[in-house]
C-alpha cells in the first residue's frame, strides 16, 4: 500500500458545474477524514466516516457537499453547483482507530485535489 | 471555543541556524491532544508529534524537539541545526473530544544555504 491516494491531483471546472473527488485510504484504516484548505490558511475539517458510516459534519459543509463511503473503503466528495468560494485544496486522510484512542500517531494525508473554480 | 495560533507568518534562517515555531492553543477541556504537521511544497501533510494534555514531558527526535507548557498553552516546535529540506509549511493543530483537528494557519520556515 503506498498510501492516501487522491484523483484527480487538479481540476478546473466553470461556476455552476458539479464535480466529483475520489479518496482512496490505506487498506486497513476504517476511518476517512475530508478537509478543505484554502491559500494561506490551515486545514478545515468538513466530515469524517468510520467505516461507511459518516460520523461528523461541519457547518462548512453546506447542502451543495456531499460524501459517501458506500463500502467503507474509498470515499467520493460531490459538489454541486460549484462557486468560487469553493476553490481550495481538498485533502483526503485516513487512519486505524480514532486520535482520541489506540492510534500513536497522526492521520495520513493525501496529496489532495486542487480545485479552481472559474 | 477551541483554537489555534500561530503568530509567525513566515521565519527565514540560514542553514544550521535553530529556529523555534510557537503555537498557542485555546480550550477549556482538560483532555485534548496537540499535534505538528509539515506541508512542504509537494502539498502533502506529514506528521510529526502527537502529544496528549496529561503528558508535559518534553520530547526529542533527532533534530526535533517539542516544549509543551499546559502554564501558558503552548506547543513549541524547535529545530535544532537547521537544514535546506526543513523549509515547509509547519501547522499545530488541536484535537478536543473529537477525532477532528483545528489546525493553525501554519508558519512558512525557508531555510536558506
Known amino acids: 500500500d503506498t498510501g492516501v491516494s487522491q484523483d484527480p491531483r487538479h481540476k478546473i471546472t466553470k461556476r455552476g458545474q458539479n464535480v466529483t473527488f475520489r479518496c482512496d485510504p490505506i487498506?486497513?484504516?476504517?476511518?476517512l477524514y475530508w478537509y478543505r484548505q484554502t491559500l494561506g490558511q490551515g486545514p478545515e475539517f468538513l466530515t469524517y466516516f468510520q467505516n461507511e458510516a459518516q460520523l461528523e459534519k461541519s457547518r462548512l459543509l453546506s447542502d451543495r457537499f456531499s460524501a459517501e463511503r458506500p463500502k467503507g473503503s474509498f470515499s467520493t466528495l460531490e459538489i454541486q453547483r460549484t462557486e468560487q468560494g469553493d476553490s481550495a485544496m481538498y485533502l483526503c486522510a485516513s487512519s486505524l482507530g480514532g486520535l482520541q484512542g489506540d492510534l500513536l500517531g497522526g492521520y495520513t494525508f493525501g496529496s489532495g485535489t486542487r480545485l479552481t473554480v472559474v | 471555543a477551541q483554537k489555534v495560533t500561530q503568530a509567525q507568518t513566515e521565519i527565514s534562517v540560514v542553514e544550521k541556524e535553530d529556529v523555534t515555531l510557537d503555537c498557542v492553543y485555546e480550550t477549556r477541556d482538560t483532555t485534548y491532544y496537540l499535534f505538528w504537521y509539515k506541508q512542504p511544497p509537494s502539498g502533502e501533510l506529514v506528521f510529526l508529534i502527537r502529544?496528549?494534555?496529561?503528558?508535559?514531558q518534553n520530547e526529542i527526535s533527532g533534530r526535533y524537539s517539542w516544549n509543551f507548557q499546559k502554564s501558558t498553552s503552548s506547543f513549541n516546535f524547535t529545530i535544532t541545526a537547521s537544514q535546506v529540506v526543513d523549509s515547509a509549511v509547519y501547522f499545530c493543530a488541536l484535537s478536543v473530544g473529537t477525532d477532528k483537528l483545528i489546525f493553525g494557519t501554519g508558519t512558512r520556515l525557508q531555510v536558506f544555504p
Open positions: 502529544r496528549n494534555s496529561f503528558d508535559e
Open positions: 487498506s486497513e484504516h476504517n476511518r
